[in-house]
């Protein structure tokens, strides 16, 4: 049992509760909080989704997040909003758009929709109608074809134009889009005690980041199990720029990275190449250590990590070491990591002028699914010879694989279609992919091969014609 604080809507909980129960069955099952409903239970569907409010920077910061996934323990010191805390005695603009556009048939979905677009008019992004799209990429619907939910959105979007962004939260109560008691809010989060949660429960401790993917492995275990939550921990999070190295706390999320004006001025398609990653609440949930750790071979952001030929810091018991990230997979999901020692940091050094990054990915659907395949590659270049390389792909072998021979292949050569098609077919060595419901085997090599070069095609669209590649 785990002391735990937070808000619930309007009302402050303080209970002694194990930190690893979901959100969603504590506001369902304990406060009797049905709006929020269970779809997947896997953070695929949107249906249980809340809104975490926290201070940032003196002011409230809202995000959605699926509770399904999420334990009690990362809701400590925050503000959960389910759909009850959103109702009035009168619809919403958000909940009347998506009545007027005939956005709802079933409902199963709808409170999900609800409360990410909700979360949307709280958000601190610019109001245009990208992000509204944005904002609901992480919620199905299978009845509406979503064409009225997109029209709810716009409507919402323009609505929105007016916002006093200064102050957003009194302008949104004023506006009716939630209720007034959010105007208490910030006072009583900033009167909580968030400090971190003890571990609690018998045996080894578990490292709990945003819980993406420890609920979808292990969902029985978690609330029973000594959770450690680094989850939001200012030691963990942050991301800065230190002579010529970026550094990244484990804890931040894949939305940190995407948000971090560090991250933006190093990598200008930073925001297309996060899009990639999940969804809107699984990034606002899903952790870099946590992608390193699990060591998913088609770990998106660990396949970006690695091409940066990042290092990271792992402690164990107060000990620091350091370890480049390409040598942290000893086999399949099996790392060079004590199980008690976690990780506290990512660095790399930053590119210079003369170099290109790019990340790809292939995967079924645009949002919310795994790669079958995904590359990132580094390049440096100078007067057309590549001076440093660092290829990294996913979906192609037992670890997410940092491909060293391909790289080194680029070193100290001219950049031209003949080197491409000469390394192509050392990629094609160093990697094994198996066949799987991702694709078969022959698929995954042919996949390889266009994104690696992708790569190229992108860096130096003049030097390398497609047509020269085939
Ligand atoms: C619907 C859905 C879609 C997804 N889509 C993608 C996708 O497109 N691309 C992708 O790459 N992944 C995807 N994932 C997987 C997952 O979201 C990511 O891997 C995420 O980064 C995991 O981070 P987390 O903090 O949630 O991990 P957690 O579940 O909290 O932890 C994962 C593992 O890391 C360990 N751990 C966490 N933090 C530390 C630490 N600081 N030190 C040591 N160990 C630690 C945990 O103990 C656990 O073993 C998806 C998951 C879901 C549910
Ligand atoms: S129940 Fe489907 S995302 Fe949580
Ligand atoms: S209205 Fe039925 S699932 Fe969306």
Not at 83 to 94: D, I, Y
Not at 172 to 180: M, Q, S, Y
Request: proline share 4%.
């Amino acid at each position: 049992m785990a002391k735990i604080q937070f808000l619930l809507n309007n009302r402050s909980i303080n209970a002694e509760l194990p930190s690893g129960t979901t959100v969603l069955d504590f506001v369902r099952y304990n406060q009797h909080l049905v709006g929020t409903k269970i779809g997947c239970r896997e953070g695929d569907c949107g249906a249980c989704t809340v809104l975490v409010g926290e201070i940032r920077d003196d002011r409230l910061f809202y995000q959605s997040m699926t509770s399904c996934l999420m334990p009690l323990g990362n809701a400590h010191g925050k503000h959960i909003v389910t759909v009850e805390g959103l109702n009035m005695e009168n619809l919403t603009p958000v909940q009347q758009a998506i009545v007027d556009e005939g956005g709802t048939q079933c409902g199963f979905c709808t409170v999900g929709f609800v409360v990410s677009l909700s979360g949307f008019t709280l958000s601190q992004k610019e109001h245009n109608y990208e992000n509204a799209i944005a904002a609901i990429d992480g919620n199905i619907c299978r009845c509406t074809g979503y064409k009225s939910l997109e029209r709810a959105a716009a409507i919402i979007t323009k609505q929105l134009a007016e916002k006093d962004t200064e102050n957003s939260v009194e302008w949104l109560v004023e506006k009716g889009f939630i209720p007034d008691y959010f105007l208490t809010i910030k006072e009583r989060l900033e009167a909580l005690q968030s400090s971190v949660i003890e571990p609690s429960g018998e045996g080894q401790r578990v490292f709990m980041g945003g819980g993406t993917d420890l609920f979808v492995q292990r969902p029985e275990e978690m609330a029973d199990s000594p959770l450690y939550h680094v989850f939001g921990q200012p030691s963990l999070t942050g991301i800065e720029e230190h002579k010529g190295y970026c550094y990244i706390g484990a804890a931040s999320t894949a939305e940190d990275i995407q948000a971090s004006p560090v991250m933006q001025a190093i990598f200008p398609n930073l925001r297309a190449h996060m899009k990639l990653v999940s969804s809107t609440p699984i990034r606002n949930m899903g952790t870099l250590a946590g992608n390193i750790v699990n060591a998913s071979p088609i770990g998106d952001l660990t396949a970006f990590f690695l091409a940066l030929d990042s290092s990271i810091v792992l402690n164990h018991f107060g000990q620091q070491r350091e370890i480049k990230l390409r040598d942290f997979y000893l086999g399949y999901k099996k790392l060079d990591k004590a199980t008690a020692e976690n990780v506290e940091t990512i660095y790399f050094k930053i590119p210079d002028k003369n170099s290109y990054f790019n990340f790809e990915k292939v995967c079924k659907r645009t949002h919310l699914d795994i790669a079958s395949v995904n590359s990132a590659c580094l390049v440096k270049v100078e007067k057309g010879v590549v001076k440093e390389a660092h290829l990294s792909a996913g979906g192609v072998a037992p670890i997410p694989k940092y491909l060293a021979k391909s790289s080194a292949a680029l070193v100290g050569k001219k950049i031209s279609p003949e080197l491409l098609k000469e390394v192509e077919l050392i990629l094609q060595e160093e990697v094994a992919p198996i066949s799987d419901a991702r694709g078969t085997s022959d698929y995954k090599r042919l996949l390889l091969r266009q994104l690696f070069y992708a790569h190229f095609l992108t860096f130096f669209p003049k030097e390398i014609q497609l047509a020269e590649l085939v």
